[in-house]
């Protein structure tokens, strides 16, 4: 017989190819195996690659490098977002206690993560952790006549620990969270940052300020001018280089940063903006805008319906940042007024109340959805307070002797900036005043400048 591949004769057998031409199939057998192999490793590398980018992207990538805007800070700082969660500030359910909540970002699953008799504020999510400033009663020492924390605890609610303890101005209710650092006001008005864990305590500038706004790349600030009574606003460095005036002799309110322009308030509430070293200012919306916020090339802020017509009902307006729309769009109509509206991915944060309650919601930027946070009866709980007095009342009349027992006082009041209080409104805090309200707009306002402070 002869062999099928190249016809040289073989002797008769099970084998159809000569010796040679054996040799050579298995050569490419073999050849084959080893491309199939190399193509199979190649695909699993990928595939691994892959994992591991995804992997770290869920774990890292979706990890707040700045832990809050300025607009929120500037609105008090009650939430704030990382991930799938949005973290929040409320009291409990009988506005005994303030404390901190997560809720997902679609709204479901609220978490309470921490409970405190001091107000919390400004709250920043960075990393695994959260970084907030504890307020306490006032003690009137000749020491320290407020006692004010620093804390940071991981974002299960555990490990909460005090990196700063009364260290700080105790008129500084703003921290920032950025570049692994937390920026604060001093004891002596200056700039400072610490290390997240607290320690490393340094001077970022000597300029004597009582504001602070921070971005990732700069500082915004107030700063009186010499031989004046005026207070002008600068921009500086992160590193505390550079100081100049954002406009020259100029005081600018409700500061946002977006990108190199800086959006902002005049005496007037009208909305204007600047491009950060332009030295111009462009006017945005001519309208009175209170407790400006920013977030995704649009301005957040609280005015009246139609004050002109003597409408006062107070609304949450949004707007572009670049004015193409001059009619501003109404996200949500409020039943009072809210002291702040903070912007959260996809929601604005607020507080509201009525006749017989009072609330904190999320509503839809675009005002499609809300969701309720926290909301209190007042009728509900006069009755159980009631209700607890006669208990007492009767408990001791059956007892014939009561040892005294010692009690906090007020310890359902906070004495700076509470959310919420049992009596239907919200406090006046004149130290974090984001708006000077006059006696037309306090309802809007709700807060008092100081002369240092600015918005």
Same mark, same amino acid.
Request: proline share 1%.
């Given at each position: 017989?002869?062999?099928?591949?190249?016809?040289?004769?073989?002797?008769?057998?099970?084998?159809?190819?000569?010796?040679?031409?054996?040799?050579?199939?298995?050569?490419?057998?073999?050849?084959?195996?080893?491309?199939?192999?190399?193509?199979?490793?190649?695909?699993?590398?990928?595939?691994?690659?892959?994992?591991?980018?995804?992997?770290?992207?869920?774990?890292?990538?979706?990890?707040?490098?700045?832990?809050?805007?300025?607009?929120?800070?500037?609105?008090?700082?009650?939430?704030?977002?990382?991930?799938?969660?949005?973290?929040?500030?409320?009291?409990?359910?009988?506005?005994?206690?303030?404390?901190?909540?997560?809720?997902?970002?679609?709204?479901?699953?609220?978490?309470?993560?921490?409970?405190?008799?001091?107000?919390?504020?400004?709250?920043?999510?960075?990393?695994?952790?959260?970084?907030?400033?504890?307020?306490?009663?006032?003690?009137?020492?000749?020491?320290?006549? +407020? !006692?004010?924390? &620093? #804390?940071? =605890?991981? @974002?299960? /609610? $555990? *490990?909460?620990?005090?990196?700063?303890? %009364?260290?700080?101005?105790?008129?500084?209710?703003?921290?920032?969270?950025?570049?692994?650092?937390?920026?604060?006001?001093? +004891? !002596?008005?200056? &700039? #400072?940052? =610490?290390? @997240?864990? /607290? $320690? *490393?305590?340094?001077?970022?500038?000597? %300029?004597?300020?009582?504001?602070?706004?921070?971005?990732?790349?700069?500082?915004?600030?107030?700063?009186?001018?010499?031989?004046?009574?005026?207070?002008?606003?600068?921009?500086?460095?992160?590193?505390?280089?550079?100081?100049?005036?954002?406009?020259?002799?100029?005081?600018?309110?409700?500061?946002?940063?977006?990108?190199?322009?800086?959006?902002?308030?005049?005496?007037?509430?009208?909305?204007?903006?600047?491009?950060?070293?332009?030295?111009?200012?462009?006017?945005?919306?001519?309208?009175?805008?209170?407790?400006?916020?920013?977030?995704?090339?649009?301005?957040?802020?609280?005015?009246?319906?139609?004050?002109?017509?003597?409408?006062?009902?107070?609304?949450?307006?949004?707007?572009?940042?670049?004015?193409?729309?001059?009619?501003?769009?109404?996200?949500?109509?409020?039943?009072?007024?809210?002291?702040?509206?903070?912007?959260?991915?996809?929601?604005?944060?607020?507080?509201?109340?009525?006749?017989?309650?009072?609330?904190?919601?999320?509503?839809?930027?675009?005002?499609?959805?809300?969701?309720?946070?926290?909301?209190?009866?007042?009728?509900?709980?006069?009755?159980?307070?009631?209700?607890?007095?006669?208990?007492?009342?009767?408990?001791?009349?059956?007892?014939?002797?009561?040892?005294?027992?010692?009690?906090?006082?007020?310890?359902?009041?906070?004495?700076?900036?509470?959310?919420?209080?049992?009596?239907?409104?919200?406090?006046?805090?004149?130290?974090?005043?984001?708006?000077?309200?006059?006696?037309?707009?306090?309802?809007?306002?709700?807060?008092?400048?100081?002369?240092?402070?600015?918005?």
């Amino acid at each position: 017989m002869n062999c099928t591949k190249c016809g040289k004769e073989i002797p008769d057998g099970e084998n159809t190819l000569c010796k040679e031409c054996q040799k050579k199939e298995s050569k490419k057998e073999k050849s084959g195996e080893g491309k199939k192999n190399n193509v199979i490793i190649i695909i699993i590398a990928i595939i691994v690659i892959l994992a591991l980018l995804v992997g770290g992207y869920l774990l890292f990538g979706r990890n707040n490098k700045i832990g809050n805007s300025i607009g929120n800070i500037r609105n008090y700082g009650y939430s704030c977002t990382q991930g799938n969660w949005i973290y929040y500030v409320a009291p409990n359910e009988d506005s005994s206690k303030i404390g901190i909540y997560k809720v997902k970002t679609n709204g479901s699953d609220k978490k309470e993560l921490y409970m405190s008799d001091a107000d919390i504020l400004s709250l920043n999510v960075c990393g695994n952790y959260l970084y907030f400033i504890g307020v306490g009663a006032e003690i009137f020492t000749e020491e320290d006549e +407020v !006692d004010n924390k &620093i #804390y940071r =605890m991981k @974002l299960n /609610g $555990s *490990d909460l620990q005090v990196i700063n303890d %009364n260290e700080f101005n105790n008129n500084c209710y703003e921290i920032y969270v950025i570049n692994n650092s937390v920026y604060y006001i001093g +004891v !002596d008005a200056n &700039i #400072y940052k =610490m290390k @997240l864990d /607290g $320690s *490393d305590k340094t001077v970022v500038t000597e %300029n004597g300020t009582g504001y602070l706004g921070i971005t990732k790349d700069s500082i915004i600030y107030n700063k009186m001018e010499e031989n004046s009574s005026d207070y002008v606003t600068y921009i500086m460095n992160i590193d505390g280089s550079n100081e100049r005036p954002i406009l020259e002799g100029k005081r600018l309110y409700s500061v946002n940063v977006e990108k190199d322009y800086i959006y902002y308030t005049n005496e007037d509430k009208q909305i204007y903006k600047t491009k950060i070293d332009s030295g111009n200012e462009e006017l945005v919306l001519d309208t009175t805008a209170y407790n400006l916020n920013l977030k995704d090339n649009y301005l957040y802020y609280l005015n009246y319906l139609d004050f002109e017509n003597e409408d006062l009902t107070v609304c949450i307006f949004r707007i572009k940042t670049d004015g193409s729309s001059q009619e501003p769009e109404k996200v949500k109509t409020l039943e009072t007024y809210s002291s702040f509206i903070d912007v959260v991915g996809n929601w604005v944060v607020y507080l509201d109340s009525t006749d017989n309650s009072a609330y904190i919601k999320m509503v839809k930027v675009d005002g499609s959805k809300e969701e309720e946070l926290f909301s209190l009866n007042y009728d509900e709980q006069n009755v159980e307070e009631n209700q607890d007095a006669v208990s007492n009342e009767t408990t001791e009349g059956n007892t014939e002797t009561t040892e005294p027992v010692e009690t906090p006082e007020n310890t359902n009041e906070v004495d700076t900036n509470t959310v919420v209080d049992t009596n239907n409104t919200t406090s006046d805090t004149n130290n974090v005043s984001n708006e000077t309200a006059d006696t037309n707009t306090a309802a809007v306002a709700n807060e008092t400048s100081t002369e240092n402070t600015v918005q």
